[in-house]
């Protein structure tokens, strides 16, 4: 302490004028407020000696300040409080300020101007180069000891004890503020003490360059005692305590780190300890001081003080945070994994799903029986004290977290075939069910089919954390719709193909027999027999071949009315196509059942199918539109082999462009009903008509096979003496032995080697010389041999045929126009199909056009093109096998 005190007021604030600093009166009742009217001005404009002569005249006691800032050459004061002092604040400050660089400046401090309060603080005056004197600011606080309570501060906390009582440790006197100077004393502080100056004086306030004193004061800053609340990006939430002792990822990186190994690498620079707190400064400084570590008393946390850095400023940052903000950008959540994946934390439990009992009985979802053997106990890592869910172990188990993660495993599922009974065919994946009339089905699955479908035949669920362990649990979960839709969305899956159903044992491609029920891999087809399948011997015996005609040809088809062999014949080649549809190509014709009364027996021989195959029937659509419909339908969900249009109109035409379409393509495409996805599937049902008088137009006679019954009698329906007695209770007795003696039959052939006898039949002639050879080696006579017959129940054709061998005998081979064909042979012109009228000469022009070069019997039209009349002509040439047999 100097003893060079000046009591002098007027002569203290010579002095300081001297210095180019603002002095400012001050009342001497220890309030510390400024003797003058408002003290406003004297901010931004210094006061004059002349006012220093009237506030310092001695007429009464006063105190003395100065106001700094920019108004006093920017002076900021530095101002230690008393209980900073008696804490060794000073001390550390100065220990930080030797250890960081900045030594030799904060000693200038020091030793420049320095004043001791009365209350014991520290007062120190720095000039600041260029200016930036920041306002009144506090640097460094600590909470207040117990005992250092004051009354109103302990009433302050009875009324909220949640109060924070603070004592301020260093703060700063800069623009806009002012601080008493020496030899203030008396009453002018409430102590009664004097301010005494302890080194230097005004004229001695060292100057220093703005980053320095920025420097100087990031130190003192760091010596601040108060808690800080960590924000929510630099610090993960708050959890509850693991049960025994765990620990979590992040808990155990912060006890196992140091802080040098966080920030050493990122190029910080430990710089001094003092206790507890490390001081660390930023990379790219060479001195002072950025950051401390372990100066908290909670938790040893990184704090920044500059803005220079990576991280937040003047925020805590745990070790386990500033790891995160380093590496993952502040997501604490990678962080945390990539920390156990470097093995820290305690092992998480993980809380498998429990296994109930064994079922008592097996499902009846369409899957096989699932065996009560092949349940596995529970094994290690297993926990038996979860809720009771409904899940077997032997089932495929798909963890769905993550929806691409599900994809995919739900896909790798599919590829090593543990869905049973799933397929896929055109438009997607489908499963094979039966109806209630045990009728098969092939739905394609929409998602809601394909989510219950999993459901049923795999575990899936999803791995959720567990709060109370920071471990895992899995909870038993379905896929998610829009999951199930991905999946079928897809363009392929890796499903076995479904081409078809059958229901009956079937020729394969090569020969063999099929006849395992279910899918066949080498096919792709599904067998879902209608009957009881009987076991067959490996080699066909004659005596089984015997046994299987009596049955088939003496029992069950012997009373039928068939107006000719080939009717029969016809009518035994529908019943063997179906065994024999996947060992040829191409399509087949359809059989027109047809009788000349009610009566006669259709609906048996239709019976007959459905017994042995089963048969998908429909009504006969009312245009082409709904058959389009109608046929789609059945080939897109319908299994069964057969499919039924009945009872057509009595005496109707079938003349149907979809029709021929349909018969002549082996695979059907077209849009699905309620839908605007578009299916392409195989052609591979027999399609079968029946009515009375039915006859043929247009292509359809070419497309088709005719079974013909004839009673011959009134009142058919009254016949009796059958030989096997009522055919419907007879089938149902006795409809496995008709299969088995169908397929008895083709067995015969192909092993005879499979001849074949060459038919000429259009697009159907592989298949008709492989019947006929059939029909041949069981000894059934009449295949095909009806052509002459078919052409007469062929209207159109047998219409233009009398046209012609007309038109031959009036008009010989002379060219004509349409109009005078139509006028020679008006009484012999094919009429209108729907008005019944004769056609005009332009009508009858385009009918004549349209079948150019088209045979009707031994005859066609020509068309002859008159150049100079430019006008189409015609003429009828007969072929020469007409011509030999007229000139016999």
Same mark, same amino acid.
Request: aromatic share 8%; with cysteine; charged share 25%.
């Given at each position: 302490?100097?003893?060079?005190?000046?009591?002098?007021?007027?002569?203290?604030?010579?002095?300081?004028?001297?210095?180019?600093?603002?002095?400012?009166?001050?009342?001497?009742?220890?309030?510390?407020?400024?003797?003058?009217?408002?003290?406003?001005?004297?901010?931004?404009?210094?006061?004059?000696?002349?006012?220093?002569?009237?506030?310092?005249?001695?007429?009464?006691?006063?105190?003395?300040?100065?106001?700094?800032?920019?108004?006093?050459?920017?002076?900021?004061?530095?101002?230690?409080?008393?209980?900073?002092?008696?804490? *060794?604040?000073?001390?550390?400050?100065?220990?930080?300020?030797?250890?960081?660089?900045?030594?030799?400046?904060?000693?200038?401090?020091?030793?420049?101007?320095?004043?001791?309060?009365?209350?014991?603080?520290?007062?120190?005056?720095?000039?600041?180069?260029?200016?930036?004197?920041?306002?009144?600011?506090?640097?460094?606080?600590?909470?207040?000891?117990?005992?250092?309570?004051?009354?109103?501060?302990?009433?302050?906390?009875?009324?909220?004890?949640?109060?924070?009582?603070?004592?301020?440790?260093?703060?700063?006197?800069?623009?806009?503020?002012?601080?008493?100077?020496?030899?203030?004393?008396?009453?002018?502080?409430?102590?009664?003490?004097?301010?005494?100056?302890?080194?230097?004086?005004?004229?001695?306030?060292?100057?220093?360059?703005?980053?320095?004193?920025?420097?100087?004061?990031?130190?003192?800053?760091?010596?601040?005692?108060?808690?800080?609340?960590?924000?929510?990006?630099?610090?993960?939430?708050?959890?509850?305590?693991?049960?025994?002792?765990?620990?979590?990822?992040?808990?155990?990186?912060?006890?196992?780190?140091?802080?040098?190994?966080?920030?050493?690498?990122?190029?910080?620079?430990?710089?001094?300890?003092?206790?507890?707190?490390?001081?660390?400064?930023?990379?790219?400084?060479?001195?002072?001081?950025?950051?401390?570590?372990?100066?908290?008393?909670?938790?040893?946390?990184?704090?920044?003080?500059?803005?220079?850095?990576?991280?937040?400023?003047?925020?805590?940052?745990?070790?386990?945070?500033?790891?995160?903000?380093?590496?993952?950008?502040?997501?604490?959540?990678?962080?945390?994994?990539?920390?156990?994946?470097?093995?820290?934390?305690?092992?998480?439990?993980?809380?498998?799903?429990?296994?109930?009992?064994?079922?008592?009985?097996?499902?009846?979802?369409?899957?096989?029986?699932?065996?009560?053997?092949?349940?596995?106990?529970?094994?290690? *890592?297993?926990?038996?004290?979860?809720?009771?869910?409904?899940?077997?172990?032997?089932?495929?188990?798909?963890?769905?977290?993550?929806?691409?993660?599900?994809?995919?495993?739900?896909?790798?599922?599919?590829?090593?075939?543990?869905?049973?009974?799933?397929?896929?065919?055109?438009?997607?994946?489908?499963?094979?069910?039966?109806?209630?009339?045990?009728?098969?089905?092939?739905?394609?699955?929409?998602?809601?089919?394909?989510?219950?479908?999993?459901?049923?035949?795999?575990?899936?669920?999803?791995?959720?954390?567990?709060?109370?362990?920071?471990?895992?649990?899995?909870?038993?979960?379905?896929?998610?719709?829009?999951?199930?839709?991905?999946?079928?969305?897809?363009?392929?899956?890796?499903?076995?193909?479904?081409?078809?159903?059958?229901?009956?044992?079937?020729?394969?491609?090569?020969?063999?027999?099929?006849?395992?029920?279910?899918?066949?891999?080498?096919?792709?087809?599904?067998?879902?027999?209608?009957?009881?399948?009987?076991?067959?011997?490996?080699?066909?015996?004659?005596?089984?071949?015997?046994?299987?005609?009596?049955?088939?040809?003496?029992?069950?088809?012997?009373?039928?009315?068939?107006?000719?062999?080939?009717?029969?014949?016809?009518?035994?080649?529908?019943?063997?196509?179906?065994?024999?549809?996947?060992?040829?190509?191409?399509?087949?014709?359809?059989?027109?059942?047809?009788?000349?009364?009610?009566?006669?027996?259709?609906?048996?021989?239709?019976?007959?199918?459905?017994?042995?195959?089963?048969?998908?029937?429909?009504?006969?659509?009312?245009?082409?539109?709904?058959?389009?419909?109608?046929?789609?339908?059945?080939?897109?969900?319908?299994?069964?082999?057969?499919?039924?249009?009945?009872?057509?109109?009595?005496?109707?035409?079938?003349?149907?462009?979809?029709?021929?379409?349909?018969?002549?393509?082996?695979?059907?495409?077209?849009?699905?009903?309620?839908?605007?996805?578009?299916?392409?599937?195989?052609?591979?049902?027999?399609?079968?008509?029946?009515?009375?008088?039915?006859?043929?137009?247009?292509?359809?006679?070419?497309?088709?096979?005719?079974?013909?019954?004839?009673?011959?009698?009134?009142?058919?329906?009254?016949?009796? *003496?059958?030989?096997?007695?009522?055919?419907?209770?007879?089938?149902?007795?006795?409809?496995?032995?008709?299969?088995?003696?169908?397929?008895?039959?083709?067995?015969?052939?192909?092993?005879?080697?499979?001849?074949?006898?060459?038919?000429?039949?259009?697009?159907?002639?592989?298949?008709?010389?492989?019947?006929?050879?059939?029909?041949?080696?069981?000894?059934?006579?009449?295949?095909?041999?009806?052509?002459?017959?078919?052409?007469?129940?062929?209207?159109?054709?047998?219409?233009?045929?009398?046209?012609?061998?007309?038109?031959?005998?009036?008009?010989?081979?002379?060219?004509?126009?349409?109009?005078?064909?139509?006028?020679?042979?008006?009484?012999?012109?094919?009429?209108?199909?729907?008005?019944?009228?004769?056609?005009?000469?332009?009508?009858?022009?385009?009918?004549?056009?349209?079948?150019?070069?088209?045979?009707?019997?031994?005859?066609?039209?020509?068309?002859?093109?008159?150049?100079?009349?430019?006008?189409?002509?015609?003429?009828?040439?007969?072929?020469?096998?007409?011509?030999?047999?007229?000139?016999?």
């Amino acid at each position: 302490m100097s003893d060079a005190q000046t009591p002098d007021l007027r002569a203290a604030a010579r002095e300081l004028h001297d210095a180019g600093l603002c002095p400012l009166p001050i009342k001497a009742d220890g309030s510390k407020r400024a003797d003058v009217s408002s003290w406003t001005p004297y901010k931004v404009n210094r006061s004059t000696p002349e006012e220093h002569d009237t506030w310092f005249d001695g007429s009464r006691p006063r105190g003395i300040a100065v106001v700094y800032g920019a108004v006093s050459g920017d002076v900021e004061m530095i101002e230690f409080e008393g209980h900073a002092i008696k804490d *060794g604040v000073l001390d550390e400050a100065t220990e930080i300020m030797e250890a960081s660089g900045l030594g030799e400046e904060w000693q200038a401090i020091l030793t420049g101007w320095a004043t001791e309060s009365p209350s014991g603080g520290r007062h120190y005056r720095v000039r600041l180069a260029g200016g930036g004197v920041r306002g009144n600011t506090k640097l460094a606080s600590r909470p207040a000891r117990e005992d250092e309570y004051t009354d109103e501060e302990k009433q302050r906390l009875r009324q909220n004890p949640k109060a924070k009582i603070v004592r301020v440790l260093i703060e700063t006197r800069g623009e806009g503020g002012y601080g008493l100077v020496e030899p203030s004393g008396g009453t002018v502080h409430d102590s009664g003490k004097p301010y005494i100056r302890i080194a230097g004086g005004p004229d001695s306030i060292p100057t220093l360059d703005a980053d320095v004193a920025i420097a100087i004061r990031d130190v003192l800053r760091m010596l601040d005692a108060l808690p800080k609340p960590e924000s929510p990006k630099t610090a993960p939430r708050e959890q509850p305590p693991l049960p025994d002792g765990g620990l979590r990822p992040g808990e155990d990186y912060d006890a196992r780190t140091d802080w040098a190994d966080i920030l050493e690498p990122e190029g910080w620079a430990f710089v001094y300890q003092h206790g507890r707190t490390r001081y660390w400064r930023r990379p790219g400084k060479d001195r002072g001081v950025s950051a401390t570590t372990g100066h908290a008393s909670d938790k040893d946390r990184l704090y920044v003080f500059t803005t220079g850095t990576d991280f937040q400023a003047e925020v805590p940052y745990s070790k386990f945070a500033a790891y995160a903000h380093i590496h993952h950008g502040g997501n604490f959540k990678l962080a945390a994994a990539e920390l156990r994946r470097q093995r820290y934390g305690s092992e998480p439990p993980r809380k498998r799903l429990s296994i109930v009992p064994p079922q008592t009985r097996t499902f009846n979802d369409g899957s096989s029986a699932l065996d009560p053997d092949s349940m596995p106990d529970p094994g290690e *890592g297993f926990e038996t004290n979860g809720p009771d869910l409904k899940v077997v172990t032997s089932r495929p188990e798909l963890d769905i977290t993550n929806e691409a993660d599900a994809i995919d495993g739900l896909l790798n599922i599919m590829a090593a075939g543990h869905l049973p009974d799933l397929y896929k065919r055109s438009g997607g994946p489908c499963w094979v069910h039966q109806d209630d009339n045990d009728n098969p089905l092939m739905q394609q699955l929409s998602t809601d089919n394909l989510r219950a479908y999993l459901a049923d035949h795999v575990t899936t669920y999803q791995v959720v954390r567990d709060p109370l362990t920071d471990g895992t649990e899995e909870v038993r979960e379905l896929l998610m719709p829009k999951t199930c839709g991905t999946i079928l969305g897809r363009k392929d899956w890796p499903l076995p193909k479904l081409n078809g159903i059958v229901t009956s044992p079937v020729v394969r491609p090569d020969g063999t027999l099929l006849q395992a029920p279910g899918y066949d891999a080498a096919t792709g087809l599904y067998l879902a027999p209608r009957v009881v399948l009987r076991r067959l011997r490996p080699d066909v015996a004659a005596e089984s071949l015997a046994n299987a005609k009596v049955i088939v040809l003496e029992q069950m088809l012997a009373d039928f009315p068939w107006a000719q062999p080939s009717d029969r014949a016809h009518f035994l080649g529908a019943l063997l196509t179906p065994i024999l549809r996947p060992y040829f190509y191409g399509p087949t014709p359809m059989f027109i059942i047809s009788a000349t009364a009610p009566g006669s027996g259709k609906s048996l021989l239709k019976d007959i199918l459905k017994y042995g195959y089963g048969i998908a029937e429909t009504a006969w659509p009312e245009n082409d539109t709904e058959l389009r419909k109608s046929i789609t339908t059945q080939l897109y969900t319908t299994g069964q082999p057969v499919v039924v249009l009945d009872n057509l109109p009595n005496g109707y035409i079938i003349k149907s462009p979809v029709l021929s379409s349909l018969l002549t393509a082996e695979h059907w495409g077209d849009r699905v009903l309620g839908s605007t996805n578009s299916v392409t599937m195989p052609n591979d049902r027999l399609w079968i008509l029946t009515g009375n008088g039915l006859r043929t137009g247009g292509d359809n006679a070419r497309r088709s096979m005719w079974i013909r019954l004839d009673p011959n009698c009134p009142d058919p329906d009254q016949r009796d *003496g059958f030989r096997v007695g009522d055919l419907r209770p007879w089938l149902r007795a006795n409809a496995s032995t008709v299969v088995a003696a169908l397929v008895t039959m083709v067995r015969a052939w192909i092993a005879d080697g499979a001849p074949t006898i060459r038919t000429r039949k259009g697009d159907y002639s592989e298949w008709a010389s492989m019947l006929a050879g059939l029909l041949d080696f069981i000894g059934v006579p009449g295949w095909m041999a009806d052509r002459d017959a078919t052409m007469r129940q062929d209207d159109e054709t047998q219409e233009w045929a009398a046209f012609l061998i007309a038109w031959s005998g009036k008009l010989g081979s002379n060219v004509v126009t349409a109009g005078a064909a139509l006028t020679a042979l008006n009484e012999y012109v094919p009429r209108h199909p729907r008005t019944g009228e004769a056609p005009t000469a332009n009508v009858l022009g385009n009918w004549l056009k349209a079948r150019d070069g088209r045979f009707f019997g031994d005859r066609k039209v020509t068309l002859i093109y008159d150049s100079h009349r430019c006008q189409n002509t015609y003429r009828v040439d007969v072929h020469e096998r007409a011509l030999r047999q007229d000139s016999q």
